[in-house]
């Protein structure tokens, strides 16, 4: 199983980013988003069950992210809008195959992080 985080980079406040994680050696599967700010722990921001399309997010990211999939299924989104300072942070994309979950445990697979970075 592989997984390819693509997609960050920096923006302004009120901007946004779109992210992308490509999985690939699992099939279906649930994709989490996770993110670890400077200093920090790493926290769940939100999942994507590629099956059934269900999605949960943490209550900092509701209203402002979301997710989807491309239309080939093995490539799943994460489109941030009205980024905030607090948003800067490594976001890191990981799969499994049993179900949404934005624990850390939850998740057998992992990509590489891709950096996010919000400022004016």
């Known amino acids: 199983v592989q997984l390819q985080a693509s997609g960050g980079g920096s923006a302004q406040p009120g901007e946004s980013l779109r992210l992308s994680c490509a999985v690939s050696?699992?099939?279906?599967?649930?994709v989490g988003w996770f993110r670890q700010a400077p200093g920090k722990e790493v926290e769940g921001v939100g999942c994507f069950s590629i099956s059934d399309s269900k999605t949960h997010y943490v209550d900092s990211v509701k209203g402002r992210f979301a997710l989807s999939r491309a239309q080939a299924k093995n490539t799943v989104y994460l489109q941030m809008n009205n980024l905030k300072p607090g948003d800067t942070a490594v976001y890191y994309c990981?799969?499994?195959?049993?179900?949404?979950?934005?624990?850390?445990?939850?998740?057998?697979?992992w990509g590489q992080g891709t950096k996010v970075t919000v400022s004016s």
């Open positions: 990981a799969a499994n195959a049993n179900g949404l979950g934005t624990e850390i445990s939850d998740y057998d697979y």
């Open positions: 050696g699992l099939d279906p599967y649930v």
